[in-house]
């Protein structure tokens, strides 16, 4: 089955660029997506096909995909942005969605 | 604006079911798939089956399949699902979300959940 790979963690200083991956073979013939989740809340769409934004998300979140791997770089990173990030694809083989394993953002 | 409204939380004994409803409002119910996603506690997110309702559709997981049973009821824009032989490992919060797909270049199918429930707490203890 197809897999999806995170960095379990990463750390930023307030203002900086963060840069969270997902690796999966040949991810970048994909469609990749992204979902914020804080603490006790539901998961929130916050890239959908690689790098489109949803209405209402701020613009320092951007989304590319490309060979094996997808990112999310969030811009000017603010305390508010510290939550758990996972990717998301679709595994053509089966028609099932795979999520990455999840990314713990801190913000220093 | 879509709304997922899930039921209450629920306790069970190992070796019984659940069943979790997530009432669907503001959109076509009908014309997207409704995926069921869990979360045990400290974990990842987990894609456990979907329900296309025009059509009665079901697609399921391999881990959960013959254990999970996703239905819809399409007179009340609501979908349910039922976990059979519950396990400790189970004890997990349990999301409805609203899947969006679409076929875009070269065949590849884009899918996004755009919408959640609140989530349920599904609790396994004896």
């Known amino acids: 089955s197809y897999e999806l790979t995170q960095p379990p963690s990463v750390s930023v200083s307030p203002g900086q660029t963060a840069s969270i991956t997902c690796s999966g073979d040949?991810?970048?013939?994909?469609?990749a997506c992204w979902y914020q989740q804080k603490v006790g809340q539901s998961p929130v769409l916050l890239i959908y096909q690689n790098s489109k934004r949803p209405s209402g998300i701020p613009e320092r979140f951007s989304g590319s995909n490309s060979g094996n791997t997808a990112t999310l770089t969030i811009s000017g990173t603010q305390a508010m942005d510290e939550a758990d990030y996972y990717c998301q694809a679709w595994d053509s083989s089966t028609a099932h969605v795979v999520f990455g394993g999840g990314t713990k953002l801190t913000v220093l | 604006q879509v709304q997922l409204v899930q039921s209450g939380a629920e306790v069970k004994k190992p070796g019984s079911s659940v069943k979790v409803s997530c009432k669907a409002s503001?959109?076509?119910?009908?014309?997207?798939?409704m995926s069921w996603v869990r979360q045990a506690p400290g974990q990842g997110l987990e894609w456990m089956g979907r329900i296309f309702p025009i059509l009665g559709i079901t697609n399921y997981a391999q881990k959960f399949q013959g254990r999970v049973t996703i239905t819809a009821d399409k007179s009340t824009s609501t979908a349910y699902m039922e976990l059979s032989s519950l396990r400790f490992e189970d004890t997990a919060v349990y999301y409805c979300?609203?899947?969006?797909?679409?076929?875009?270049?070269?065949?590849?199918?884009?899918?996004?959940?755009?919408?959640w429930g609140q989530g349920t707490l599904v609790t396994v203890s004896s």
């Open positions: 040949k991810l970048g013939d994909k469609y």
């Open positions: 979300a609203r899947e969006k797909s679409i076929r875009l270049s070269q065949g590849e199918v884009a899918t996004e959940f755009d919408y």
């Open positions: 503001g959109g076509t119910f009908s014309s997207y798939s």
